[in-house]
Protein backbone atom coordinates (compact mmCIF):
# COMPACT_ATOMS: atom_id res chain seq x y z
CA UNK A 1 0.00 0.00 0.00
CA UNK A 2 1.28 4.00 -0.52
CA UNK A 3 -0.47 6.20 1.73
CA UNK A 4 -0.15 9.85 0.72
CA UNK A 5 -0.46 13.40 2.39
CA UNK A 6 1.15 16.75 1.13
CA UNK A 7 2.77 17.33 4.59
CA UNK A 8 2.84 16.37 8.06
CA UNK A 9 2.21 19.90 9.77
CA UNK A 10 0.58 19.65 12.85
CA UNK A 11 -2.48 18.47 12.81
CA UNK A 12 -5.12 15.20 12.80
CA UNK A 13 -4.43 14.19 8.95
CA UNK A 14 -0.64 13.99 9.61
CA UNK A 15 -1.49 11.66 13.00
CA UNK A 16 -3.82 9.71 11.15
CA UNK A 17 -1.23 8.63 7.84
CA UNK A 18 1.52 7.95 10.23
CA UNK A 19 -0.19 6.32 12.81
CA UNK A 20 -1.97 3.97 10.42
CA UNK A 21 1.42 3.48 8.45
CA UNK A 22 2.51 1.36 11.82
CA UNK A 23 -0.19 0.65 13.51
CA UNK A 24 -2.14 -1.56 10.15
CA UNK A 25 1.30 -3.61 9.73
CA UNK A 26 0.24 -6.57 12.36
CA UNK A 27 -3.29 -6.53 10.17
CA UNK A 28 -0.79 -7.87 6.86
CA UNK A 29 -0.52 -4.33 5.35
CA UNK A 30 2.96 -3.02 4.51
CA UNK A 31 2.66 0.16 3.89
CA UNK A 32 4.78 3.71 2.35
CA UNK A 33 3.84 6.72 3.23
CA UNK A 34 4.74 9.68 1.21
CA UNK A 35 4.12 13.03 2.15
CA UNK A 36 5.12 16.47 1.09
CA UNK A 37 7.29 19.36 2.29
CA UNK A 38 5.84 21.67 4.97
CA UNK A 39 5.74 25.84 4.94
CA UNK A 40 7.78 27.17 7.64
CA UNK A 41 5.37 28.34 10.24
CA UNK A 42 3.06 25.42 10.30
CA UNK A 43 5.47 22.96 11.95
CA UNK A 44 5.66 19.18 11.70
CA UNK A 45 4.83 15.82 13.14
CA UNK A 46 8.47 14.55 12.34
CA UNK A 47 8.74 13.57 15.83
CA UNK A 48 5.53 11.57 15.69
CA UNK A 49 6.75 9.45 13.08
CA UNK A 50 10.25 8.85 14.59
CA UNK A 51 8.84 7.54 17.87
CA UNK A 52 6.47 4.92 15.70
CA UNK A 53 9.33 3.90 13.58
CA UNK A 54 7.62 5.49 10.62
CA UNK A 55 10.12 6.74 7.88
CA UNK A 56 8.10 8.93 5.62
CA UNK A 57 9.20 9.32 1.58
CA UNK A 58 9.81 13.13 0.75
CA UNK A 59 8.38 14.41 -1.88
CA UNK A 60 9.64 17.70 -2.00
CA UNK A 61 7.87 19.50 -4.59
CA UNK A 62 4.69 18.16 -3.09
CA UNK A 63 3.67 21.31 -0.77
CA UNK A 64 0.20 23.15 0.35
CA UNK A 65 -0.04 25.97 -2.03
CA UNK A 66 -0.44 25.93 -6.04
CA UNK A 67 1.95 26.48 -8.28
CA UNK A 68 4.62 25.15 -10.76
CA UNK A 69 5.87 23.03 -8.90
CA UNK A 70 2.18 20.64 -8.73
CA UNK A 71 3.48 19.37 -12.00
CA UNK A 72 6.49 18.65 -11.38
CA UNK A 73 5.05 16.45 -8.01
CA UNK A 74 2.77 15.01 -10.22
CA UNK A 75 5.68 13.49 -12.34
CA UNK A 76 7.85 12.50 -9.52
CA UNK A 77 4.50 10.73 -7.41
CA UNK A 78 3.88 8.57 -10.77
CA UNK A 79 7.20 7.79 -11.43
CA UNK A 80 6.97 6.50 -7.53
CA UNK A 81 3.78 4.48 -7.96
CA UNK A 82 5.29 2.79 -11.00
CA UNK A 83 8.52 1.19 -9.11
CA UNK A 84 6.18 0.96 -5.98
CA UNK A 85 2.89 -0.90 -7.71
CA UNK A 86 1.16 -0.24 -4.77
CA UNK A 87 -2.56 -2.70 -4.60
CA UNK A 88 -3.82 0.11 -2.83
CA UNK A 89 -3.59 3.69 -2.83
CA UNK A 90 -4.81 5.58 -0.23
CA UNK A 91 -4.66 9.53 -0.20
CA UNK A 92 -5.73 12.16 2.25
CA UNK A 93 -7.04 15.30 2.07
CA UNK A 94 -7.07 18.02 -1.26
CA UNK A 95 -3.75 18.69 -2.74
CA UNK A 96 -2.51 15.12 -2.29
CA UNK A 97 -5.80 13.72 -2.35
CA UNK A 98 -5.88 15.60 -5.98
CA UNK A 99 -2.21 14.44 -7.38
CA UNK A 100 -2.02 11.31 -5.81
CA UNK A 101 -5.14 9.78 -7.09
CA UNK A 102 -4.11 11.91 -10.57
CA UNK A 103 -0.93 10.01 -10.32
CA UNK A 104 -2.30 6.84 -9.99
CA UNK A 105 -4.74 7.41 -12.91
CA UNK A 106 -1.54 8.07 -15.21
CA UNK A 107 0.88 5.37 -13.92
CA UNK A 108 -1.66 2.75 -14.96
CA UNK A 109 -3.58 3.85 -17.44
CA UNK A 110 -2.29 0.96 -20.08
CA UNK A 111 -2.92 -1.10 -17.11
CA UNK A 112 -4.81 -2.44 -13.99
CA UNK A 113 -4.62 0.63 -11.82
CA UNK A 114 -4.24 0.20 -8.02
CA UNK A 115 -7.66 0.77 -5.50
CA UNK A 116 -7.75 3.80 -4.69
CA UNK A 117 -9.30 5.74 -1.40
CA UNK A 118 -9.51 9.11 -1.00
CA UNK A 119 -10.17 10.67 2.78
CA UNK A 120 -11.60 13.59 3.26
CA UNK A 121 -10.75 15.24 6.40
CA UNK A 122 -12.87 18.00 5.80
CA UNK A 123 -13.17 20.22 2.65
CA UNK A 124 -11.80 23.40 1.40
CA UNK A 125 -14.16 23.98 -1.01
CA UNK A 126 -15.67 26.71 0.32
CA UNK A 127 -14.64 29.92 2.98
CA UNK A 128 -10.74 29.46 1.23
CA UNK A 129 -10.74 31.03 -2.33
CA UNK A 130 -12.49 32.99 -4.81
CA UNK A 131 -15.67 31.73 -5.86
CA UNK A 132 -14.11 31.14 -9.25
CA UNK A 133 -10.99 28.86 -7.82
CA UNK A 134 -13.93 27.05 -5.73
CA UNK A 135 -15.92 26.40 -8.92
CA UNK A 136 -12.62 24.89 -10.21
CA UNK A 137 -11.39 22.80 -7.53
CA UNK A 138 -15.17 21.34 -7.47
CA UNK A 139 -14.97 19.90 -10.88
CA UNK A 140 -11.56 18.29 -10.37
CA UNK A 141 -13.41 16.79 -7.01
CA UNK A 142 -15.97 15.49 -9.34
CA UNK A 143 -14.12 13.93 -11.81
CA UNK A 144 -11.54 12.31 -9.13
CA UNK A 145 -14.45 10.96 -7.17
CA UNK A 146 -15.98 9.34 -9.89
CA UNK A 147 -12.36 7.24 -10.70
CA UNK A 148 -12.40 6.79 -6.81
CA UNK A 149 -13.02 3.25 -5.96
CA UNK A 150 -14.44 4.57 -2.04
CA UNK A 151 -14.39 7.98 -0.74
CA UNK A 152 -13.88 8.99 2.87
CA UNK A 153 -15.87 11.03 5.24
CA UNK A 154 -14.20 11.38 8.72
CA UNK A 155 -18.14 12.82 10.14
CA UNK A 156 -21.52 12.62 8.97
CA UNK A 157 -21.50 16.20 8.23
CA UNK A 158 -18.57 16.58 6.39
CA UNK A 159 -20.15 14.03 4.19
CA UNK A 160 -23.49 16.17 4.04
CA UNK A 161 -21.61 18.99 3.00
CA UNK A 162 -19.94 16.98 0.22
CA UNK A 163 -23.06 15.73 -1.14
CA UNK A 164 -24.46 19.17 -1.14
CA UNK A 165 -21.22 20.74 -3.05
CA UNK A 166 -22.38 17.66 -5.73
CA UNK A 167 -18.90 15.73 -5.75
CA UNK A 168 -20.36 12.28 -5.11
CA UNK A 169 -23.28 10.67 -4.28
CA UNK A 170 -24.09 9.80 -1.04
CA UNK A 171 -23.38 6.02 -1.23
CA UNK A 172 -20.08 6.87 -2.66
CA UNK A 173 -19.10 7.93 1.08
CA UNK A 174 -17.93 5.58 3.56
CA UNK A 175 -18.22 7.55 7.33
CA UNK A 176 -15.26 6.86 9.22
CA UNK A 177 -14.58 8.36 12.43
CA UNK A 178 -10.81 9.52 13.51
CA UNK A 179 -9.76 7.08 15.85
CA UNK A 180 -5.98 8.16 18.21
CA UNK A 181 -4.20 7.19 20.55
CA UNK A 182 -5.51 8.72 23.58
CA UNK A 183 -3.80 7.00 26.61
CA UNK A 184 -1.03 10.13 27.06
CA UNK A 185 -4.01 12.26 27.80
CA UNK A 186 -5.70 9.34 30.26
CA UNK A 187 -3.59 10.53 33.34
CA UNK A 188 -4.89 10.33 36.72
CA UNK A 189 -4.57 12.29 39.67
CA UNK A 190 -1.81 13.24 41.50
CA UNK A 191 0.27 13.22 38.18
CA UNK A 192 -2.35 15.37 36.09
CA UNK A 193 -2.27 18.09 39.07
CA UNK A 194 1.29 17.92 39.05
CA UNK A 195 1.64 18.63 35.44
CA UNK A 196 -0.94 20.98 35.59
CA UNK A 197 1.15 23.40 37.60
CA UNK A 198 4.26 22.70 36.65
CA UNK A 199 2.91 23.62 32.47
CA UNK A 200 1.50 27.03 34.57
CA UNK A 201 4.46 28.20 35.73
CA UNK A 202 6.39 28.46 33.08
CA UNK A 203 3.66 30.31 31.23
CA UNK A 204 3.89 32.80 34.00
CA UNK A 205 -0.11 31.49 34.83
CA UNK A 206 -1.53 31.96 38.41
CA UNK A 207 -2.00 27.86 39.88
CA UNK A 208 -5.82 29.16 41.52
CA UNK A 209 -6.55 31.40 37.78
CA UNK A 210 -9.04 29.65 35.05
CA UNK A 211 -7.56 29.34 31.89
CA UNK A 212 -8.95 29.47 28.27
CA UNK A 213 -7.60 27.59 25.41
CA UNK A 214 -7.48 28.03 21.95
CA UNK A 215 -5.18 25.05 20.40
CA UNK A 216 -5.58 26.46 16.09
CA UNK A 217 -3.36 27.05 13.05
CA UNK A 218 -2.81 30.72 13.06
CA UNK A 219 -4.10 31.01 9.56
CA UNK A 220 -7.34 32.93 8.36
CA UNK A 221 -10.00 29.86 8.49
CA UNK A 222 -9.22 29.42 12.30
CA UNK A 223 -10.60 32.83 13.41
CA UNK A 224 -8.32 33.50 16.10
CA UNK A 225 -9.16 37.24 15.47
CA UNK A 226 -12.70 35.65 17.16
CA UNK A 227 -11.00 34.37 19.81
CA UNK A 228 -9.60 37.30 21.02
CA UNK A 229 -12.41 39.39 20.31
CA UNK A 230 -14.37 37.33 22.57
CA UNK A 231 -11.53 36.93 25.10
CA UNK A 232 -11.58 40.50 25.47
CA UNK A 233 -15.44 40.29 26.16
CA UNK A 234 -14.51 38.15 28.84
CA UNK A 235 -11.66 39.90 30.81
CA UNK A 236 -13.60 41.58 33.19
CA UNK A 237 -13.90 38.51 35.01
CA UNK A 238 -11.36 37.91 37.72
CA UNK A 239 -8.56 35.39 37.92
CA UNK A 240 -8.72 34.44 34.10
CA UNK A 241 -5.68 33.82 31.44
CA UNK A 242 -5.93 32.95 27.15
CA UNK A 243 -3.67 30.67 26.34
CA UNK A 244 -3.06 30.25 22.19
CA UNK A 245 -1.74 27.13 21.26
CA UNK A 246 -0.16 27.17 17.24
CA UNK A 247 1.78 29.27 14.94
CA UNK A 248 0.83 30.41 11.22
CA UNK A 249 0.87 32.65 8.53
CA UNK A 250 -0.60 35.47 10.43
CA UNK A 251 1.40 35.37 13.72
CA UNK A 252 2.75 38.57 13.32
CA UNK A 253 -1.01 40.32 12.32
CA UNK A 254 -2.33 38.62 15.37
CA UNK A 255 0.05 39.32 17.83
CA UNK A 256 0.68 43.23 17.07
CA UNK A 257 -3.75 43.40 17.07
CA UNK A 258 -5.23 46.40 19.29
CA UNK A 259 -7.34 43.01 20.10
CA UNK A 260 -4.21 41.04 21.55
CA UNK A 261 -2.79 44.01 22.90
CA UNK A 262 -5.95 44.95 25.04
CA UNK A 263 -4.86 41.28 27.14
CA UNK A 264 -1.87 42.41 27.86
CA UNK A 265 0.17 39.77 30.33
CA UNK A 266 -3.13 37.73 30.38
CA UNK A 267 -2.76 36.48 26.93
CA UNK A 268 -0.02 33.84 26.29
CA UNK A 269 1.77 32.77 22.75
CA UNK A 270 2.28 29.27 23.34
CA UNK A 271 3.43 28.44 19.70
CA UNK A 272 3.51 25.09 18.63
CA UNK A 273 3.99 22.27 21.63
CA UNK A 274 4.55 18.77 21.72
CA UNK A 275 3.50 18.43 24.97
CA UNK A 276 -0.46 18.63 24.10
CA UNK A 277 -1.58 16.42 27.43
CA UNK A 278 -0.06 18.92 29.66
CA UNK A 279 -1.55 21.80 27.60
CA UNK A 280 -5.06 20.50 28.31
CA UNK A 281 -4.15 19.86 31.93
CA UNK A 282 -3.22 22.81 32.36
CA UNK A 283 -6.48 24.11 30.70
CA UNK A 284 -9.78 24.50 32.20
CA UNK A 285 -11.91 24.66 28.78
CA UNK A 286 -10.76 24.87 25.49
CA UNK A 287 -12.31 27.12 22.81
CA UNK A 288 -12.28 26.11 18.74
CA UNK A 289 -13.66 29.42 16.89
CA UNK A 290 -13.14 28.24 13.48
CA UNK A 291 -15.41 29.18 10.18
CA UNK A 292 -14.71 25.61 8.55
CA UNK A 293 -13.65 22.35 10.34
CA UNK A 294 -13.04 18.13 9.39
CA UNK A 295 -13.18 17.30 13.24
CA UNK A 296 -10.84 19.00 15.15
CA UNK A 297 -8.16 16.87 16.96
CA UNK A 298 -8.03 19.46 19.80
CA UNK A 299 -11.59 19.02 20.55
CA UNK A 300 -11.59 15.36 21.13
CA UNK A 301 -7.79 15.31 22.90
CA UNK A 302 -9.32 18.44 25.26
CA UNK A 303 -12.05 15.86 26.32
CA UNK A 304 -10.24 12.84 26.68
CA UNK A 305 -7.90 15.18 29.19
CA UNK A 306 -11.62 15.90 31.26
CA UNK A 307 -12.10 19.47 29.84
CA UNK A 308 -14.96 20.66 28.79
CA UNK A 309 -14.86 22.49 25.12
CA UNK A 310 -16.69 25.36 23.56
CA UNK A 311 -16.60 25.35 19.51
CA UNK A 312 -18.40 26.81 16.58
CA UNK A 313 -21.09 24.42 14.69
CA UNK A 314 -18.83 23.40 11.69
CA UNK A 315 -17.78 20.20 10.18
CA UNK A 316 -17.80 17.00 12.32
CA UNK A 317 -17.87 19.76 15.72
CA UNK A 318 -21.82 17.76 16.86
CA UNK A 319 -19.90 14.67 16.75
CA UNK A 320 -16.98 15.64 19.03
CA UNK A 321 -18.71 17.13 21.38
CA UNK A 322 -21.79 16.33 23.51
CA UNK A 323 -24.15 19.53 23.79
CA UNK A 324 -24.52 20.33 27.37
CA UNK A 325 -23.03 17.29 28.55
CA UNK A 326 -19.26 17.64 27.37
CA UNK A 327 -19.25 21.42 26.13
CA UNK A 328 -21.13 23.46 24.14
CA UNK A 329 -21.89 23.84 20.39
CA UNK A 330 -22.18 27.11 18.97
CA UNK A 331 -23.86 28.54 15.68
CA UNK A 332 -20.77 30.61 13.55
CA UNK A 333 -21.40 34.21 14.32
CA UNK A 334 -23.09 33.89 17.44
CA UNK A 335 -20.65 35.49 19.40
CA UNK A 336 -22.80 36.92 22.45
CA UNK A 337 -23.99 33.19 22.69
CA UNK A 338 -19.95 31.97 22.29
CA UNK A 339 -19.60 34.53 25.31
CA UNK A 340 -22.16 33.26 27.55
CA UNK A 341 -21.14 29.40 27.25
CA UNK A 342 -17.43 30.23 27.72
CA UNK A 343 -18.04 33.12 30.75
CA UNK A 344 -20.60 29.62 32.15
CA UNK A 345 -17.59 27.56 32.40
CA UNK A 346 -15.03 30.31 34.06
CA UNK A 347 -17.90 31.24 36.50
CA UNK A 348 -18.58 27.80 37.91
CA UNK A 349 -15.84 25.21 39.05
CA UNK A 350 -18.68 22.51 39.64
CA UNK A 351 -19.88 22.71 36.14
CA UNK A 352 -16.15 22.21 34.45
CA UNK A 353 -15.63 19.56 36.38
CA UNK A 354 -19.32 17.24 35.17
CA UNK A 355 -19.04 18.17 31.81
CA UNK A 356 -15.13 16.86 31.93
CA UNK A 357 -15.60 13.93 33.90
CA UNK A 358 -18.36 13.19 31.11
CA UNK A 359 -16.44 14.16 28.38
CA UNK A 360 -13.29 11.78 28.73
CA UNK A 361 -15.49 8.37 28.37
CA UNK A 362 -17.13 10.27 25.21
CA UNK A 363 -13.98 10.84 23.74
CA UNK A 364 -12.69 7.08 24.28
CA UNK A 365 -15.62 6.03 23.15
CA UNK A 366 -16.15 7.67 19.96
CA UNK A 367 -12.76 8.20 18.78
CA UNK A 368 -10.99 4.87 19.14
CA UNK A 369 -7.57 4.18 17.47
CA UNK A 370 -9.01 0.17 17.45
CA UNK A 371 -12.07 1.04 15.93
CA UNK A 372 -10.64 3.26 12.89
CA UNK A 373 -8.13 0.43 12.41
CA UNK A 374 -11.27 -2.14 12.51
CA UNK A 375 -13.49 -0.07 9.45
CA UNK A 376 -10.22 0.69 7.43
CA UNK A 377 -9.20 -2.99 7.59
CA UNK A 378 -12.92 -3.76 6.67
CA UNK A 379 -13.10 -1.41 3.77
CA UNK A 380 -9.94 -2.41 2.28
CA UNK A 381 -10.46 -6.64 2.32
CA UNK A 382 -14.12 -5.75 0.91
CA UNK A 383 -12.33 -3.50 -1.80
CA UNK A 384 -9.31 -6.11 -2.85
CA UNK A 385 -12.39 -8.89 -2.71
CA UNK A 386 -14.39 -6.66 -4.93
CA UNK A 387 -11.43 -6.88 -7.00
Known amino acids: MVRIISRLNVGGPAIQAITLTRRLEPLGYDTTLIRGREDPDEGNMDYLAEELGV ?17 LALVSLVRRLRRARPVIVHTHAAKAGTLGRAAALLAYRRGRRPILVHTFHGHSLSGYFSERRNALYRRIERFLARRTDRLIAVSDEVRDELVALEVAEPERFEVIP ?16 KRRAALRAEFGIAEDATVVTLVARLAPIKRVDRFLSLANRLSDAPDVAFVIVGDGELRESLRSSATAGALAQRLVWAGFRRDMPDVYFASDVVVQTSDNEGTPVALIEAQAAGVPAVSTAVGGVARAIIEGETGRVIPVGADDAMVSAIRRYVDDPELRAAHGAQARPHAERTFALDALLSSLDGLYRSLLDRR
Open 55 to 71: KPVLVGWLRRNPGFHDA
Open 178 to 193: LGFDLGPFLVGEPERT
